[in-house]
């Protein structure tokens, strides 16, 4: 546990949503059931093991000295969350949390829930991808962006859709099964005074190809499923369904942005079906993920591959 008070003795605090120390990716040994991320003004501890009620105590009292020397007189608010097992329990530690939950990445801002369930909102492992599509969408030339179509497939509470739109995509295409997560994805864009530009479809998207296909062809498709999400989607088997597609839906010179975070399974496992099933799509790039999301094996960190159709 000491790597992690040490980050904690030496955190700053932060206007934007972050990751601050991740035990995950196995380089501090001790601590890879520990995650400590912030989403201002709330900070969520997270365990992927039971814990013993002493060692909560300690991170507590280290989270309130910290607090008190670089946030004095402002509230400490702090969570803590245990999955395990499947199963997961939250408790509210310290101060409180806003409701509405609003933070900021990058000037964009988003609603999250750091109270309920396991998915909170945003997924901080994934600020560079959205990094490359603000930047991806905003080099074409002024010209073109008027036209500019993008895909946004397992789109959750549709982030990517935000800073298509911010950097001056024309349309976005968001869908997703979960009706309540594409609400959200509403609120995102309202929160972004984006208003037009954007649609959702809570879809099934192996039932929706006939739509998808009406809709483009597509400048930029985004493909962020979940590894394994039973009756949805899992990723051994499915994602080749989506692979064999692309070609057809991308415009000529177009780009795919596949994702992937599922330990398991490395870039191979990607690059070696898009070869069998999609060899007209040339591989461009390994977007890199942020350098707190640091990894023993990056085969086991999140992969976000960048595909480009011959133009």
């Not at 000295?65 to 999955?83: K, S």
């Not at 309920?116 to 991808?129: I, S, T, V």
């Not at 982030?159 to 594409?182: E, I, T, Y």
Request: proline share 7%; net charge neutral.
């Amino acid at each position: 546990m000491q790597a992690l008070l040490d980050a904690i003795a030496t955190m700053e605090p932060s206007t934007d949503a972050r990751r601050i120390f991740h035990g995950r990716g196995g380089l501090h040994p001790g601590c890879e059931h520990w995650v400590l991320d912030a989403y201002p003004p709330v900070l969520l501890l997270t365990s992927f093991q039971p814990v013993e009620e002493a060692d909560l105590a300690s991170i507590g009292a280290a989270l309130a000295q910290r607090w008190q020397q670089v946030a004095p007189g402002q509230p400490l608010n702090w969570v803590f969350q245990c999955r395990h097992e499947g199963r997961s329990e939250t408790r509210l530690m310290a101060g409180s949390v806003p409701e509405p939950h609003v933070v900021n990445e990058n000037g964009t801002r988003y609603r999250v829930h750091v109270l309920k369930g396991q998915n909170h909102g945003l997924f901080l492992d994934m600020a560079e991808g959205r990094r490359w599509v603000r930047a991806h969408v905003a080099a074409h030339p002024e010209r073109e962006r008027p036209g500019l179509k993008v895909l946004n497939l397992f789109a959750y509470t549709c982030a990517f859709s935000v800073v298509a739109r911010q950097a001056g995509a024309k349309q976005v295409l968001n869908l997703d099964m979960s009706q309540g997560a594409l609400a959200i994805g509403q609120q995102n864009h309202q929160l972004n005074e984006i208003n037009e530009g954007a649609s959702f479809l809570a879809h099934d998207i192996f039932s929706t190809w006939g739509k998808i296909t009406r809709g483009g062809p597509y400048h930029l498709i985004i493909v962020d499923p979940p590894s394994y999400q039973k009756g949805s989607f899992v990723a051994t088997k499915d994602y080749a369904k989506l692979m064999r597609r692309l070609p057809d839906l991308l415009r000529p010179g177009g780009h795919a942005l596949l994702c992937l975070n599922a330990p398991e399974l490395g870039q191979d496992f990607l690059q070696d079906q898009m070869r069998a099933l999609a060899p007209e799509l040339e591989f461009v790039e390994r977007v890199a993920n942020p350098a707190v999301f640091a990894d023993v094996s990056p085969e086991r960190s999140l992969k976000v591959l960048v595909y480009r159709a011959p133009g």
